[in-house]
Nanobody, 124 residues
Framework: QVQLVESGGGLVQPGGSLRLSCVGS????????IGWFRQAPGKEREGVSC????????FHADSVRGRFTVSRDNAKNTVYLQMNSLKPEDTNVYYC?????????????????WGQGTQVTVSS
């Protein structure tokens, strides 16, 4: 059974940082793209960042480029999303997802398995 578990969310002040983790079980991350998405109530799910399998190339949405980085630790079957310079508009539930291919993108339809999400709230 495939399971993805996100952690690391919470409440942070504007300008602060958080690191989200996504741990997978039941499948190997190594040759799969992993994506991070976010969704606010009543809004569509938005692709934030992704990291490819194999060469671990990364891609970020314009809204987070320069502030968020994504990395992976294949030995731990874990992917991280480091979020810096957080803004109130970054407040969302963040999800990780695993694709059925190596090349990553920010379209949710490319992803096969999803975690349950972790809440990130940026507020003073």
């Amino acid at each position: 059974q495939v399971q993805l578990v996100e952690s690391g969310g919470g409440l942070v002040q504007p300008g602060g940082s958080l690191r989200l983790s996504c741990v997978g079980s039941g499948l190997t991350f190594y040759n799969r793209a992993i994506g991070w998405f976010r969704q606010a109530p009543g809004k569509e799910r938005e692709g934030v960042s992704c990291i490819g399998g194999g060469d671990s190339s990364t891609f970020h949405a314009d809204s987070v480029r320069g502030r968020f980085t994504v990395s992976r630790d294949n030995a731990k079957n874990t992917v991280y999303l480091q979020m810096n310079s957080l803004k109130p508009e970054d407040t969302n539930v963040y999800y990780c997802a695993v694709a059925h291919r190596e090349v990553c993108g920010l379209w949710a339809g490319e992803y096969e398995y999803w975690g349950q999400g972790t809440q990130v709230t940026v507020s003073s």
